[in-house]
């Protein structure tokens, strides 16, 4: 039985993802994603939590 590799893209620019880069094209798209996380450009949207009352729950 053989395992095949299905063939994926760069997630930066779509091209065929390489081997020591996976799952990136190369170092360059590796390192502009890299980026967009220092930069915190990738964000989960979530809703603003209220703030705590301590004196309302009685410690």
Do not use: H
């Not at 620019?13 to 020591?20: F, G, L, R």
């Not at 220092?38 to 603003?48: K, L, M, Q, T, V």
Request: with cysteine; hydrophobic share 20%; glycine share 4%.
């Amino acid at each position: 039985m053989t395992t095949r590799i299905r063939a994926s893209k760069c997630p930066q620019c779509q091209k065929p993802a390489t081997e020591k880069y996976r799952p990136f094209c190369s170092e360059r798209c590796q390192q502009l994603d890299l980026g967009k996380w220092f930069n915190e450009s990738y964000r989960i949207p979530a809703e603003e939590a209220l703030p705590s009352n301590d004196e309302d729950e009685g410690y």
